[in-house]
């Protein structure tokens, strides 16, 4: 059965309904923002008979409910939502503006060139558009509210329009009175007779293209399913930015009466805190988006759908699919977000707990938002559970597999639902080891070719080697000694261990020097005291530093906590640095994957340069 009809409509008539409101916007759709040129244009379109493009409309009245709201400009207290027969997918811009400039008789509230807000009313210079469309472009212009056109910098009036009477004499016919022009029509008449037969030729060459424009219609059926008409609303909105799903959802809950905005954001009026405040306690949780959290609860929603299925004993396609895809995310009930909102948000903080716990600190050095939505989702199911230690490292390992097999950049929803759900067989059921932890691998030949701090595998290194007690060469603390306020002044970044202008001296290009295997968290004091000096140099410096004060021997344990020859570094031997660090980073990568690595043939893509993070190392 077919979803929808084409058909037309006489322009006319569909400015009608939406002055009556018998046809509005689902409040997903923004605000009317079209400028004075768009407007220009759109009106020499029609006055030309060119195609101005289909609108889509969506019969209202069906399962699918949409908070409503009337085109901009129509007051809302008199068009309620109730009237509305139909609600406007794509021709928001088309027909907002075509209503404010032929049914309104207030000026229209629109942008000029550089986005500055102006009123303007639309008139054609009848004698103009007589000369024939290519005049159109001149012809159809814009006075600023008072029905003025000024020029010199607004010192001058080079047109009056503020009268009738004005008009008449300037031979301007509004566009307000396009549709219905009796009035103006007899005002005229008696104003300057001799003037009307040429209008009468400008009311049927110009007027009648208006008056006669038919606009082609496609009208979806009510009988469609809120993720079909999401969708469809994005495909044929190609020229804006794209509505996320929140702002889909938000208008969706919105017609059961719940404001998923406030619900987020808060309100002060209320004294609401809002879920993302509530998350924005947590450092490591100020990053996340209201997408992230619904494809979190998606995947929680449909889990327990399965499990209910399976107990039912539903077989084959009968059973939910575990899913955290868009058109999924967007199909969730009310009732699923009431039931697992502050689940979640307590899943949310037990994710940040559990990241601290693997020395995870900033958001800045989290290899992927992604991978916490279904970390937030199994906490969210294991409740305290995740605290113990056989399901704690379970859950370590599963993480770093994903981190340092680089496993969750791009499209991730499949990955986000097999996850979920074969995490939580390993763990409760001792079942096979999760795809992602199968399927990671990290290359011995990465190493050298990790230089961006983008990177996925280049961040998750850098918190691994603090993870495992990475001493600062300066202060001597690990990052678990501190706490926030001392984290905050004493961080740790990442920085060349054989400094930039050393290398570059001795012949040694960018490309092998900003690998991660030259790299290691320091405090910015530390690198400030490295500059551009030979390890044997600076490592002497530092020693000697009133507030170090450590001999070789001390120096060397803390060099050896960031995988660190010491005797290749105190005797400047590059090369066999590198090697030896190479050895002691893929010995430590192992460890966090627990799995050994498996050398590929495979070409692999450098990483950007990253020439810029250590400005001080030089």
């Avoid at 060099?559 to 570094?569: G, K, M, N, P, Q």
Wanted: hydrophobic share 35%; with cysteine.
């Amino acid at each position: 059965m077919s979803t929808f009809d084409s058909t037309k409509c006489r322009l006319e008539d569909l400015l009608k309904n939406i002055m009556a409101g018998t046809i509005q916007l689902p409040d997903f759709q923004r605000g009317w923002v079209w400028d004075d040129e768009h407007i220009r244009s759109l009106l020499v379109s029609i006055a030309r008979a060119f195609p101005v493009g289909a609108i889509m409309l969506l019969e209202n009245g069906g399962e699918t409910k949409f908070k409503i709201r009337p085109v901009e400009g129509i007051d809302p207290s008199k068009i309620t939502p109730e009237k509305a027969d139909k609600l406007i997918l794509d021709g928001q811009q088309r027909l907002t503006s075509l209503t404010q400039v032929l049914m309104f008789t207030a000026p229209v509230a629109t942008r000029d060139n550089k986005k500055r807000e102006i009123k303007k009313f639309y008139y054609i210079d009848i004698e103009k558009a007589l000369q024939g469309p290519l005049s159109y472009e001149e012809a159809i212009f814009g006075v600023e509210a008072d029905k003025m056109l000024r020029e010199n910098f607004g010192r001058d009036i080079k047109l009056d329009l503020s009268s009738a009477e004005k008009e008449y004499s300037n031979f301007c016919f509004p566009c307000n009175q396009i549709l219905n022009s009796d009035t103006w029509e007899e005002g005229l008449n008696a104003y300057d007779s001799a003037k009307f037969s040429r209008y009468m030729e400008f009311r049927r060459v110009v007027l009648g293209e208006f008056r006669k424009y038919d606009v082609p219609i496609i009208e979806l059926k009510k009988e469609n399913k809120k993720e079909a008409v999401c969708l469809v609303f994005e495909k044929v909105n190609t020229g804006g930015v794209p509505l996320s799903v929140f702002e889909l959802l938000t208008a969706s809950y919105a017609a059961d009466g719940v404001n998923l905005r406030d619900e987020w954001y808060g309100n002060k009026i209320d004294g609401a805190e809002g879920i993302h405040h509530y998350l924005y306690r947590q450092r490591l949780l100020r990053s996340i988006e209201p997408t992230d959290f619904f494809q979190a609860l998606s995947l929680l929603y449909t889990y327990y759908l399965r499990q209910d299925d399976i107990r039912n004993g539903k077989t084959g396609k009968q059973i939910t699919g575990v899913s955290a895809k868009r058109e999924t995310v967007l199909s969730l009930p009310l009732s699923a977000y009431q039931e697992w909102n502050q689940k979640l948000q307590d899943g949310f903080w037990k994710v940040a707990k559990f990241l601290r716990k693997e020395s995870f600190f900033s958001t800045s050095d989290l290899p992927y938002r992604t991978q916490i939505v279904p970390l937030a989702a199994v906490l969210t199911v294991l409740g305290e559970r995740w605290l113990e230690q056989k399901v704690y490292n379970k859950l370590s390992q599963w993480y770093w597999c994903g981190v340092l097999g680089e496993l969750y950049g791009g499209a991730v929803e499949t990955r986000f639902a097999n996850d979920l759900q074969e995490l939580l067989e390993w763990i409760d059921n001792n079942g096979p080891e999760p795809s992602t932890v199968r399927d990671a691998n990290f290359q011995p030949g990465r190493l050298d070719t990790l230089r961006s701090r983008t990177s996925a595998a280049y961040k998750g290194i850098h918190v691994l080697i603090q993870r495992d007690g990475a001493q600062d060469f300066f202060w001597k603390s690990t990052i678990r000694d501190l706490d926030e306020t001392d984290w905050e002044d004493n961080k740790l970044d990442i920085h060349h261990i054989f400094p930039k202008a050393w290398c570059a001296s001795k012949g040694i290009g960018p490309a092998q020097y900003n690998s991660i295997l030259n790299k290691t968290p320091i405090s910015y004091k530390a690198n400030r005291m490295i500059g551009g000096k030979a390890p044997s140099d600076y490592l002497q410096q530092i020693q000697k530093h009133p507030t170090v004060q450590l001999n070789d021997a001390e120096m060397d344990a803390i060099l050896a906590t960031h995988c660190v020859d010491t005797l290749s570094l105190r005797n400047n031997e590059y090369s066999s640095f590198i090697e030896k660090r190479r050895a002691m980073l893929l010995a430590k990568i192992t460890g966090a994957m627990c799995k050994s690595i498996v050398d590929s043939p495979e070409t692999i893509a450098d990483d950007e340069s990253d020439e810029d993070d250590d400005i001080d190392n030089t």
